[in-house]
T-cell receptor, first 117, second 112 residues
Framework: DTGVSQDPRHKITKRGQNVTFRCDPISEHNRLYWYRQTLGQGPEFLTYFQNEAQLEKSRLLSDRFSAERPKGSFSTLEIQRTEQGDSAMYLC???????????????FGSGTQLSVL | DAKTTQPPSMDCAEGRAANLPCNHSTISGNEYVYWYRQIHSQGPQYIIHGLKNNETNEMASLIITEDRKSSTLILPHATLRDTAVYYCIVRGANQAGTALIFGKGTTLSVSS
């Protein structure tokens, strides 16, 4: 499978614990996005990388959230001191941005479902 | 906030064409119209995008009005597997790499 891969698919944790999710984008895709989705809502943007550089962060990304993409390949999203409000689906997407912009296709993974008890 | 308006839900009979409307009256000249869909428990899936001209691919057709203030996604022969939430999104070339802003989309229910 050459699509976007996310691990784990499901995570149950207790309030106050730290969790880390991993995203493996499509090979050679230079852009990587993180989104969060709660029930009945569309995905909400969290942050975005171009290669290893984190270029944009949403106001939704509190200090408890940190994302990395150390070598411009896979990315991790860590949530420290989880709260019940962090329960959501965390989605990763990747894209290949060329020198000429003719629209950008994002390819999404299946997400990591986080439940904070 | 999302810059598009979509009906919350639509129904379609299997085998018929599904026509999903989207209003984007504030769209600017360099903004593309994108359509994604999300099947339950999966991540969103890219369908199609366009700037001015109508577009067609193996999944769907996109019809953009001449004034670009609205568009219609057409699934020519809907199947049960097309039941999903469909998102219409606008984003400009100078916003490449920034967030796709998803609204609540249209929930399409295809029935036999």
């Amino acid at each position: 499978d050459t699509g976007v891969s996310q691990d784990p698919r499901h995570k149950i944790t207790k309030r106050g614990q730290n969790v880390t999710f991993r995203c493996d984008p499509i090979s050679e895709h230079n852009r990587l996005y993180w989104y969060r989705q709660t029930l009945g809502q569309g995905p909400e943007f969290l942050t975005y990388f171009q290669n290893e550089a984190q270029l944009e962060k949403s106001r939704l990304l509190s200090d408890r959230f940190s994302a990395e993409r150390p070598k411009g390949s896979f990315s991790t999203l860590e949530i420290q001191r989880t709260e019940q409000g962090d329960s959501a689906m965390y989605l990763c997407a990747s894209s290949l941005a060329g020198s000429q912009f003719r629209g950008e296709k994002l390819f999404f993974g299946s997400g990591t479902q986080l439940s904070v008890l | 906030d999302a810059k598009t308006t979509q009906p919350p839900s639509m129904d379609c009979a299997e085998g018929r064409a599904a026509n999903l409307p989207c209003n984007h009256s504030t769209i600017s000249g360099n903004e593309y119209v994108y359509w994604y869909r999300q099947i339950h428990s999966q991540g969103p899936q890219y369908i199609i995008h366009g700037l001015k001209n109508n577009e067609t691919n193996e999944m769907a057709s996109l019809i953009i009005t001449e004034d670009r203030k609205s568009s219609t996604l057409i699934l020519p022969h809907a199947t049960l597997r097309d039941t999903a939430v469909y998102y219409c999104i606008v984003r400009g070339a100078n916003q490449a790499g920034t967030a796709l802003i998803f609204g609540k989309g249209t929930t399409l229910s295809v029935s036999s």
